[in-house]
């Protein structure tokens, strides 16, 4: 497993710039919606790219979901390829029954509530477009969404110079890529002041104990994991169809898990993994979140150890059950959703135009020979 830090100077260099339109045009940027108010919303879509598929999957109330289709067709004309979805939307839970994936759906017979089934929900909409060969995850509680100019430009950089990004689907051990977004100092307002941290609460706590599951399972050379519970993350299609996703706020250390995982049941094969850790000069600004819902993450986010218990080495249960005692925290296996690569979703490319935005009016061949050109 190949696992980079990685920091630019400078960001926009031409030379490294010139294959950004081709990365645009085959990116699907998914993202995960809730409580922020729809204006918080509208900008965080204002920034995201023209060229790309954008797939907001919310879980706000139902009755609010037309409002930001309307303000969507209203405010961004130019975006015409969008799609949202709601995460209770009963065609989406008709597919998973279709599909024997009945676990996802709760005691309503709609589909849990959780970041973690909104982003799976998301994948499987990119999946079902067939042309993206990258997807973005972004979170729509950025307070400043101009920093997602920057993470944006970096991503694309970091998987147009890797080999592994340009890898088929259909090879038999595609290679594993995911950029994660490192926040530069995530500030916060005390007694009328910025207070800038480096790391969020959750992170401070989950990072140690992914940089001592890697030196058991690899060796001390692998470095520090400081990005285990990234919201703003990218992955290939490929390994999004491939990773595991699981319930809630799990998501982001499960999914993190599983790509170690693979990593290390590979070592000998000709499957190659790589993290990249983008370190990022933006300060992230998002909405504080109480220390009782920090709490809750970070138990949740242990939990995601748990399903790999019988390969944890006896040092990361020692520290796992420490963190455990010392926060006073009960911890449980989330729930985990199989990779989509395992459903079989031929023939359903019809799905997702179900949730189109704008209707489509030119031919998307001509687009993509369009940005070629």
């Known amino acids: 497993m190949q696992i980079d830090t990685a920091r630019f100077s400078p960001l926009l260099a031409e030379e490294r710039l010139r294959d950004l339109p081709y990365f645009l045009s085959r990116t699907a940027f998914v993202v995960s919606h809730k409580s922020e108010s729809i204006q918080t919303l509208l900008q965080v879509l204002w920034y995201l790219p023209i060229e790309s598929p954008i797939i907001v999957v919310t879980n706000c109330p139902e009755q609010d979901r037309q409002e930001i289709e309307t303000s969507i067709r209203a405010l961004f004309t130019a975006h015409r390829n969008v799609y949202v979805i709601h995460q209770k939307d009963e065609g989406v839970a008709q597919f998973f029954k279709f599909h024997d994936a009945e676990h996802i759906?709760?005691?309503?017979?709609?589909?849990?509530?959780?970041?973690?089934?909104?982003?799976?929900?998301?994948?499987?909409?990119?999946?079902?477009?067939?042309y993206p060969q990258w997807i973005v995850f972004y979170d729509a509680d950025n307070l400043v969404p101009c920093t997602l100019l920057e993470y944006t430009l970096a991503i694309g950089?970091?998987?147009?110079?890797?080999?592994?990004?340009?890898?088929?689907?259909?090879?038999?051990?595609?290679?594993?890529?995911?950029?994660?977004i490192c926040w530069a100092s995530k500030p916060a307002?005390?007694?009328?002041?910025?207070?800038?941290?480096?790391?969020?609460?959750?992170?401070?706590?989950?990072?140690?104990?992914?940089?001592?599951?890697?030196?058991?399972?690899?060796?001390?050379?692998?470095?520090?994991i400081t990005s285990s519970t990234a919201g703003e993350q990218a992955m290939t299609i490929q390994t999004a169809a491939t990773l595991r996703f699981s319930s809630g706020f799990s998501v982001g250390t499960l999914q993190l898990l599983d790509l170690c995982y693979k990593a290390l049941a590979s070592r000998g094969s000709r499957s190659k993994v790589l993290l990249q850790q983008y370190h990022s000069r933006s300060p992230h600004f998002q909405m504080k979140k109480e220390e009782e819902h920090i709490g809750h993450?970070?138990?949740?986010?242990?939990?995601?150890?748990?399903?790999?218990?019988?390969?944890?080495?006896?040092?990361?249960?020692?520290?796992?059950?420490?963190?455990?005692?010392?926060?006073?925290?009960?911890?449980?296996?989330p729930r985990v959703y199989p990779p989509l690569q395992s459903l079989d979703l031929e023939g359903d490319?019809?799905?997702?135009?179900?949730?189109?935005?704008?209707?489509e009016t030119e031919d998307r061949e001509t687009r993509l020979e369009m940005t070629t050109a």
């Open 157 to 180: 950089r970091l998987f147009l110079s890797s080999p592994a990004s340009h890898a088929s689907l259909d090879s038999d051990t595609p290679p594993l890529h995911n950029i994660r």
């Open 349 to 359: 490319e019809g799905f997702v135009q179900h949730y189109r935005v704008f209707e």
């Open 189 to 224: 307002m005390k007694n009328g002041a910025l207070e800038n941290t480096l790391l969020g609460r959750c992170t401070r706590v989950i990072s140690p104990i992914f940089t001592t599951l890697l030196t058991e399972w690899f060796g001390p050379s692998h470095g520090t």
């Open 105 to 130: 759906l709760g005691e309503d017979e709609k589909v849990r509530g959780g970041k973690g089934e909104g982003m799976y929900i998301g994948t499987l909409c990119a999946l079902l477009l067939r």
């Open 297 to 333: 993450m970070i138990a949740v986010s242990l939990g995601s150890f748990l399903v790999f218990q019988d390969d944890l080495p006896p040092r990361v249960e020692d520290h796992l059950l420490r963190v455990r005692d010392e926060l006073g925290l009960d911890l449980a296996c």
